[in-house]
């Protein structure tokens, strides 16, 4: 890594994708052509209107650190 952007080499190794909207289908297939490995991050409602669905933030930086380096 080298000025915070990686090698090719590198990005090719990358094999995931964290993504928290479910409700997307054609996103979830685009991920799938392209051979990739798609890890759903979970949503919640959020707090101050029930009626809409944000990501969490705090199962997002879990799952990054699970997947550091894919």
Same mark, same amino acid.
């Given at each position: 890594l080298? *000025?915070?952007?990686s090698s090719e080499e590198e990005r090719q190794k990358r094999d995931i994708v964290l993504w928290s909207r479910i409700d997307q289908k054609s996103c979830y297939k685009a991920i799938l052509s392209a051979g990739m490995t798609c890890v759903v991050v979970p949503t919640k409602l959020d707090p101050e209107n029930t009626d809409e669905v944000v990501t *969490?933030? *705090?199962a997002m930086e879990r799952a990054l650190k699970e997947n550091e380096g894919r």
């Open positions: 080298r *000025d915070g952007i *969490d933030l *705090d």
